[in-house]
């Protein structure tokens, strides 16, 4: 285990950072785009002019970082591969563990609704390596199963052998990770969608028609929206480059997807104010965290084979990317409870937390029934 108090939290951003981005805000250069088109060929140009006006003359990253960086903060695993955490402790101490896995172009603040609807339970929510807030690693970002093991150790660290997972996006491929390799760690699943990649890679031979139905609506959606995952699989560090180096790349990047992939009927501030709009961007850009955080996509490890054990609650947002069918599913989990909700969608805990954390708390029930088992 490592952990010291100091390195737990993470660190106050240098001012000279927030100066820069300032500057670079200042000096935003509109580029040129056909008139007309609104969202319809991506970002707004009047709508990212706008934020980014904001962003440079009034958003106040200070009052963000002070009220993040005073929660109860753990750092953990490995020397190779260190995991900083929320280590939100219950006041039992035999109470349920749960760990709440983020995806991308998110981070721990996926989660930030729904932790103070759980405080009857153990919450841990990590960093993913390679993304805001975390502890740097060797290699500067790690694969879906790596980071598994990485929260694996951590969990060790703090305490919990037995636990229940909660995850959407990436966070869905590190909770599979999770559960093949530690199948007698991970008590239950909770998990939004069925990762994309199952139906990108060999799907199976013998589909219902439904399922036949979704894995045509996955192809046309990936043909029509898909050039985001493409890119970052095939030329991450060319993407890197112009992120990591333009705030108004990196806004217009991030900004796009939180917009198209919520369900805000085409507003994206009825689901973030401009703050927690940038907020979520902001983190990528005082980490430097944008190219790391591409490696699950360039590095995706094969799923594991056949169909995980572990007792699986799947709660199912209708404005989420591609959702499988419950047949689909099936095949490779153990599912017990499915719920389509009518309204929410790629970021459920944001969107809708006390939904979220009903699913939650159906896993949370499952593993309680499990391990009053004889």
Not at 81 to 100: E, F, K, Q, S
Not at 252 to 264: G, H, N, Y
């Amino acid at each position: 285990m490592i952990s010291t108090e100091q390195a737990a939290t993470p660190p106050v951003v240098e001012q000279t950072v927030l100066d820069d981005l300032r500057r670079r805000l200042a000096g935003y250069r509109r580029v040129d785009v056909p008139d007309g088109f609104g969202w319809a060929r991506g970002v707004d140009g009047d709508y990212l002019a706008d934020l980014l006006s904001y962003w440079a003359s009034s958003y106040d990253w200070r009052e963000h970082e002070a009220r993040l960086r005073a929660l109860p903060w753990a750092l953990v695993g490995r020397p190779e591969a260190p995991v900083r955490a929320i280590h939100l402790r219950a006041a039992r101490t035999d109470a349920v563990a749960v760990v709440l896995l983020h995806g991308w172009p998110d981070s721990v603040l996926r989660f930030e609704r729904v932790w103070p609807l759980l405080t009857d339970l153990h919450v841990v929510v990590p960093a993913l390596p390679g993304f805001p807030f975390a502890a740097p690693v060797a290699g500067r970002g790690m694969s879906s199963r790596d980071m598994a093991e990485a929260v694996a150790n951590a969990m060790t660290d703090l305490g919990h052998e037995r636990y229940v997972v909660s995850a959407g996006d990436v966070g869905c491929d590190v909770a599979e990770a999770l559960a093949a390799a530690h199948p007698d760690r991970v008590a239950a699943l909770h998990l939004t969608d069925v990762s994309q990649y199952r139906f990108l890679v060999d799907p199976p031979e013998d589909l219902s028609d439904a399922e036949r139905a979704y894995l045509q609506h996955g192809h046309q959606w990936q043909a029509a929206e898909g050039g985001y995952m493409h890119e970052q699989a095939t030329r991450p560090h060319t993407l890197a480059v112009a992120l990591g180096d333009s705030p108004a790349g990196l806004a217009a990047w991030i900004l796009e997807k939180l917009r198209a992939w919520t369900d805000c009927g085409g507003d994206v501030e009825t689901v973030f104010t401009r703050d927690e709009l940038l907020t979520w961007i902001t983190a990528y850009w005082v980490s430097g965290a944008i190219g790391t955080s591409f490696t699950p996509y360039a590095e995706n490890a094969a799923k594991p084979a056949g169909r995980l054990d572990v007792p699986t609650v799947f709660t199912i947002f209708p404005k989420d990317l591609v959702n499988a069918p419950r047949a689909f599913a099936a095949r490779f989990f153990d599912v017990r409870s499915w719920t389509e909700e009518p309204a929410g969608g790629h970021f459920p805990a944001w969107e809708r937390p006390l939904e979220y954390v009903a699913g939650v708390r159906t896993a949370v029930d499952l593993a309680q029934q499990a391990s009053a088992s004889p």
